[in-house]
């Protein structure tokens, strides 16, 4: 079987102007093929469009992240896995003697299997078959946005508790220093506010577009360059995290 190739952070960056290029043209022909559902051919929302194509980018380039740092540290690439799975996150037993009325507690104890939340992270980061990292991808996030993130992180890390927690960004809307890149980020005080109620998931927060989400200046508007160091810094993190599976 032949090695995959590991991609290159030269790539990552050519990558990201190529597709910030298709989304362009895609906002600018009304008949892009992409602007049309595979299913019955109807138009598609374009507002949709455009969010779904950067999700998919921020997705491609943080797998090729993960890859690069995993392939810094061993060339052993077969124990490295990544994936976008879903996990099935149990009812809690607990909460099922809570319930005063006896037909529903009955009914969900004789079907307890089937009571699940299927939860899904962005990319799951497997080594040697073991869940050691998920990783949330967001073209930008806020802080109403960063709940839900902590909230699935909290449920995951219920069935896998040293996991790491990271959440990659293209843009930030979070206030603080988050969108500008120093080497030591201190934050913000709504964000870090929202964290400390979440007291078992420890989230690494890592922008790669620099300067604050303008909602009037989207990216496919107002070219935002996305630089070789930043990509390097994203890598350095994933490094120091992925060490000890070495």
């Known amino acids: ?26 906002v600018n022909d009304p008949n892009h093929p992409l602007r049309k559902d595979k299913k019955d051919g109807k138009k598609r929302a374009i ?3 455009v969010r779904s194509l950067k999700g998919a980018l921020l997705e491609h380039i943080t797998e090729k992240i993960v890859k690069i740092a995993w392939h810094n540290l ?16 149990p009812i809690k037993k607990s909460y099922i003697r809570r319930i ?7 009914r969900i104890q004789a079907n307890e299997k089937k009571y699940a939340y299927d939860l ?14 998920g990783i949330e991808c967001k073209a930008y996030t ?14 995951l890390q219920l069935i896998h508790k ?20 120093p080497k030591t980020v201190f934050g913000s005080f709504s964000t870090h506010s929202i964290m400390s109620y979440f007291e078992n998931v420890e989230l690494h927060i890592f922008t790669l577009l620099e300067g604050e989400r ?6 496919h508007k107002f070219f935002k360059p996305l630089e070789y160091g930043n990509v390097e810094r994203a890598v350095k993190l994933l490094e120091h995290h992925l060490r000890k599976f070495v």
């Open 1 to 26: 079987m032949p090695k995959e190739k590991v991609p290159t952070i030269a790539g990552i960056v050519r990558i990201y102007k190529e597709k910030i290029n298709e989304i362009v043209s895609v």
């Open 74 to 89: 061993t060339e052993d690439t077969s124990r490295l896995r990544i994936s976008s799975g879903k996990e099935a996150i």
């Open 120 to 133: 899904c992270i962005d990319k799951h980061v497997y080594v040697d078959n073991v869940l050691v990292m």
């Open 142 to 155: 806020e802080n109403a946005m960063l709940k839900r993130v902590l909230v699935d992180f909290h449920f």
């Open 100 to 106: 005063k009325d006896q037909q529903i507690r009955k």
């Open 214 to 219: 303008n909602i009037n200046k989207p990216i």
């Open 47 to 49: 507002g949709g469009v």
């Open 162 to 181: 040293n996991i790491t927690c990271c959440l990659f960004q293209l843009e930030s809307q979070l206030g603080g220093d988050y969108s500008k890149l």
